[in-house]
């Protein structure tokens, strides 16, 4: 059974940093893509970061790229994302999800974690 318990969310000042973190309880993590998705209030989930199973590769969408890192830790079975000058706008749960491969679709087939709130005030 896959389990993806993430956790650092927080309230922040905008230009301000918080680290979330996704813990995984399976054996095949580090074979797997692990990413993060958001969902802001009142609109859909959409995709922030992966990374491949190997670290060799990490994408990230539009709105994060050069504020946000994500990383991993294939000894740990955990992922982490850094997101820096944090905007207003960035308000939402935060999910972390694992699978064979991580696209940009929230539809696709992923295990996902139960999310962590971010709030960042104006």
């Known amino acids: 059974q896959v389990q993806l318990v993430e956790s650092g969310g927080g309230l922040v000042q905008a230009g301000g940093s918080l680290t979330l973190s996704c813990a995984a309880s399976?054996?095949?993590?580090?074979?797997?893509?692990m990413g993060w998705f958001r969902q802001a209030p009142g609109k859909g989930r959409e995709f922030v970061a992966r990374?491949?199973?190997?670290?060799?590769?990490?994408y990230y969408s539009d709105d994060v790229k050069g504020r946000f890192t994500i990383s991993r830790d294939n000894a740990k079975n955990t992922v982490s994302l850094q997101m820096n000058n944090l905007k207003p706008e960035d308000t939402a749960v935060y999910y972390c999800v694992a699978g064979l491969r991580i696209s940009v679709s929230p539809n696709s087939s992923y295990y996902w974690g139960q999310g962590t709130q971010v709030t960042v005030s104006s």
């Open positions: 399976y054996r095949t993590f580090s074979t797997n893509a």
């Open positions: 990374i491949s199973s190997s670290i060799t590769s990490t």
